[in-house]
């Protein structure tokens, strides 16, 4: 039995990877491993993720300083996404928020919403101009 890493994004094989607090269960961000990504978070009980912008692996918080703790991986029963719950310190996103699911989205038409159909749920917990 072995994950399965059968999603290919730029000719890197990924799984699906969701950041949830360990103890709320709120969910902090998505994102994808490759099989070091996933080695090393395992290692060093430190969350690894694989960019697909930047086609490299990264450690979350590196540039941050808002790093995630690991207490337990889940996977699915497709073996091809696995569920991170951690302990994050500081933001898990990027646009300085606590979750990067900050915005409600209020429409029933997806084809024609604009911003005033999405409502920001969460306060910001750092300015990002001030850490990127």
């Known amino acids: 039995m072995e ?6 994004i730029n000719g890197q094989k990924v799984i699906t990877a969701i950041a949830q607090d360990w103890k709320t269960g709120q969910i902090l961000m998505v ?5 070091d990504a996933l080695q090393k ?29 690991v207490k337990e991986i889940l996977v699915d029963c497709d073996m091809d996404a696995v569920v991170l719950k951690v302990k994050q310190n500081g933001a898990a996103c990027h646009e300085g928020y606590f979750s990067c699911f900050f915005r409600k989205l209020n429409t029933k038409n997806i084809e024609n919403f604009n911003e005033e159909d999405l409502e920001t749920i969460l ?3 750092f300015n990002p101009d001030d850490v990127y």
């Not at 994102?31 to 099989?35: Q, Y």
């Not at 697909?52 to 790093?67: A, D, P």
């Open 3 to 8: 994950i399965n890493f059968r999603h290919e």
């Open 31 to 35: 994102a994808n491993m490759n099989k």
């Open 123 to 125: 306060e910001k917990v």
């Open 41 to 69: 978070t395992i290692e060093t009980g430190k969350a690894h993720y694989w960019s697909t912008s930047r086609n490299s692996q990264w450690l979350k918080g590196e540039s941050s300083g808002h790093t995630q703790e």
